[in-house]
């Protein structure tokens, strides 16, 4: 159902009002899975409820809701929610996105489905990362839709499960993408200039939607097994379901090694993981990292741990401070707690513009600096 809210205007007077709502759920409950939404597939119908804020207004802030995707006209429809902090965070970013490109025909439009005083509360609040206020931060038409039918249409239809998540919609009413808006802006001019390659998106796009269906399915059974405790089961369901699915090579490790004592084919998994990611400092220190802190590890390859957190150190030219900490703590994993010290120093001052990162490092190194004090002691003694 649609009804239109001109609020525009009054949230420039700032003398809006409304009565707290306790629920922000859809006015009534879906019954039955929407048509299937796709890529290249004819937009659903507009059907927004509260139209809040617009970019093409008149003097008194009123402006016309969009009725219908005009032909020659694109569109960026984001889903978003108040409570949602990527969702917050990326509004300067659609801001600068409908103000480069409205002489081209874009139109960002934010949909959520809360209810409208809360909405409109939110517009009224000031963001604490940059003191602005938030109605201040969004150049972009903003709506509300708590019937939840554009929710239904759009985002349930097409699989999504998370926000933000933006839908562009091109010159003739097709969905061209849908992805995360901080990821849409060469989407948007490569549509506008009549270039995108939309079979070739479809065909990338389905593949991730079959993949994490095949996700979904996988860890549906295997969460249960894993928590369980149930080792056999889940090294099963990693060489069945799990066969096609990225990502996996750290669990697949973690069951071989803590789960079912296959220390040398699980190091063997490690390895090859470390080899084909031998260019990626993250995924090497990860990897290290996990040597170093997995509890139940009867046994810790500290030569591959060392090896693995050094070459992430050199590919990192030595300026990452959680990297310099994973080979600190490899160190102190060998009972070499000098260099343990020393690097860990090094990691802290590298931390210096992350308090809380720097926090943690210091109260790791002031604890090794105990031990050495206490080892000094004992020294002494004897």
Known sequence: ??????????????????????????????????????????????????????????????????????????????????????????????????????????????????????????????????????????????TTDPDGSTHDSFFRAAGQTGIPCGFVIGKTGEVEWIGHPMRVDDVIEQVIAGTWDRAAYKTEFEEKQRLAALNREFRTAYNPARRAGDWETCWQLLQEKGAE??????????????????????????????????????????????????????????????????????????????????LAHVHHARGELDKAIEIQTQAVELAADNERLQKQLTQVLETWKSEQGAAGSTDAAE
């Open 1 to 142: 159902m649609r009804r239109f809210a001109f609020l525009s205007a009054v949230l420039a007077a700032g003398v809006v009002a409304f009565p707290a709502r306790a629920d922000d759920a859809p006015a009534s409950e879906p019954t039955a899975a929407p048509k299937r939404l796709t890529i290249g597939d004819k937009a659903p119908d507009v059907d927004i409820e509260h139209w809040v804020k617009g970019v093409e207004m008149d003097r008194r802030g009123n402006f016309t809701p969009l009725t219908t995707w005009e032909p020659g006209q694109v569109y960026l429809l984001e889903f978003w929610a108040t409570w949602c902090p990527p969702c917050v965070g990326s509004m300067p970013h659609l801001s600068e996105l409908q103000e480069k490109h409205a002489k081209d025909g874009l139109h960002v439009i934010g949909v959520s489905s809360e209810s409208l005083p809360k909405v409109i509360e939110f517009l009224f609040k000031t963001y604490e990362r940059d003191g602005k206020v938030q109605n201040d931060r969004t150049h972009y038409t903003l």
């Open 245 to 326: 699915l990225p990502n996996l090579e750290m669990e697949r490790a973690h069951v071989l090694i803590v789960g079912l004592k296959r220390n040398d084919e699980g190091y063997a998994v490690l390895k090859d993981y470390a080899e084909a990611s031998k260019d990626n400092a993250q995924t090497l220190n990860a990897i290290a990292w996990w040597i170093v802190d997995t509890k139940g590890l009867e046994t810790k390859d500290l030569d591959l741990a060392q090896s693995l957190a050094e070459k992430a150190c050199e590919l990192a030219e030595h300026k990452d401070a959680s990297i310099m900490d994973t």
